[in-house]
């Protein structure tokens, strides 16, 4: 064989840099669990799996729509006061004001849109950074999360609305879960083999056949596997698994959506288009301030979402609820390679980098680490997602030219 023909049969089995970013994420995630259940016996439990799942929800909620604001080289550091005023309106009108959980976390949202088209204004159409305003909302909305309410917890108790937080009822089941699953490794199977005619019919270069069967495979095992564990793990005396977990499917639908939006729509190459470069796309015609203005909006919806949750899961709606959050999604994003130069990043590396952080923080309690070691750690393991990503983009640059 020679030279040439073996350099070829390499390339259709080398993977795109995006590919390989999230298979290098996906590496560290099961380092990080062999490692953690080596030290303790207990993480791979379907237990724990399961609570770091539900865990992960709300971070991984609203960490996809902040990937894509970084991408468009915005930053909302407000996001966590957003979620507390929204989440405790919620819980007020349905506590104290007696409103059914639909009508109020409608109200939640219009306050949530309401803040974005403020926020959004200032930073697109007057040009005020986005640091510096959503640093004023991230003081200014954490005392109005207080105010709403006077500083009181609003309980709830809707059965119907503690669903969306999870717990005891608040999961598909066994049977529901395995159909999911069944449903998503069908669209996976389905979406390489169109990716594939896609490519033949535009005579585009494309991998081999049996490494695309391997990687997706590789995560219709991960599906199926997830499903598996989930229904693995029973509470109590309950005769079945519960399955798969509301807070867990919001999330998945979430993602869908977002990763729908960037890859299917108008609206999503515009905003990669203005990350990598504003002024090309202004002069390409692109309507950059609109639709920066359409991204606050949209992250607002999300936060909305994940306030809903967040509120479900607590029983309750407190000032408090969001605190610091802000800087565990930008975390989440920028481990899960956003670059925060802009321009560039995806939708499920923002899912595996909240569930990095997620496995990061459940593994060190689980070996008895104390909270402020946790936090100097997770820290530090953001900046080195920084240098890693600087250095990979640099090395990814180099091999291109």
Request: glycine share 12%.
């Amino acid at each position: 064989m020679s030279r040439a023909t073996l350099a070829a049969r390499l390339a259709r089995w080398q993977l795109g840099s995006q590919d390989l970013r999230l298979a290098i994420m996906a590496a560290v995630l099961v380092a990080l669990a062999l490692a953690f259940h080596a030290l303790t016996g207990q993480f791979l439990t379907p237990e724990n799996l399961y609570n770091i799942a539900q865990q992960t929800a709300v971070v991984g909620i609203v960490a996809a729509a902040v990937s894509l604001v970084i991408v468009a080289r915005q930053i909302d550091l407000s996001v966590g006061s957003v979620m507390g005023v929204v989440g405790v309106l919620i819980a007020f009108l349905m506590y104290s004001k007696g409103w059914h959980w639909v009508p109020a976390a409608l109200a939640g949202l219009g306050v949530a849109v309401a803040i974005a088209l403020y926020q959004g204004w200032l930073a697109a159409y007057l040009g005020v950074p986005s640091f510096v305003v959503t640093l004023g909302g991230l003081m200014s909305f954490r005392g109005a999360a207080f105010l709403v309410a006077d500083g009181k917890t609003q309980p709830v108790t809707d059965a119907s609305f503690l669903l969306l937080g999870g717990g005891l009822d608040g999961a598909l089941g066994p049977v529901a879960s395995w159909l999911l699953g069944a449903v998503a490794a069908a669209w996976l199977a389905m979406r390489m083999l169109a990716r594939r005619r896609a490519a033949r019919a535009h005579g585009v270069a494309q991998r081999a056949l049996l490494p695309d069967l391997a990687i997706t495979g590789v995560f219709i095992a991960l599906v199926l596997g997830f499903v598996a564990t989930m229904n693995a793990y029973r509470i109590g005396d309950k005769p079945q698994g519960q399955g798969i977990p509301i807070p867990v499917l919001i999330w998945g639908v979430v993602v869908w959506v977002l990763a729908f939006i960037v890859n299917r729509t108008r609206f999503g190459r515009y905003v990669y288009a203005i990350g990598g470069n504003p002024e090309a796309a202004m002069l390409a015609g692109i309507p950059v301030r609109r639709v920066l203005l359409q991204l606050f909006v949209l992250l607002a919806v999300m936060v909305t979402v994940a306030a809903v949750v967040a509120v479900s899961r607590l029983n309750a709606g407190t000032n408090s609820l969001g605190t610091g959050m802000e800087l565990y999604v930008i975390a989440a994003a920028v481990i899960g390679g956003v670059a925060l130069s802009g321009g560039s990043g995806s939708v499920l590396g923002s899912l595996l980098g909240a569930l990095v952080i997620q496995f990061l923080d459940s593994g060190m309690l689980l070996v008895d680490v104390a909270i402020g070691w946790r936090m100097v750690i997770i820290g530090q393991v953001l900046i080195v997602a920084v240098v890693f990503d600087v250095l990979y983009r640099r090395a990814v640059g180099e091999r291109s030219t």
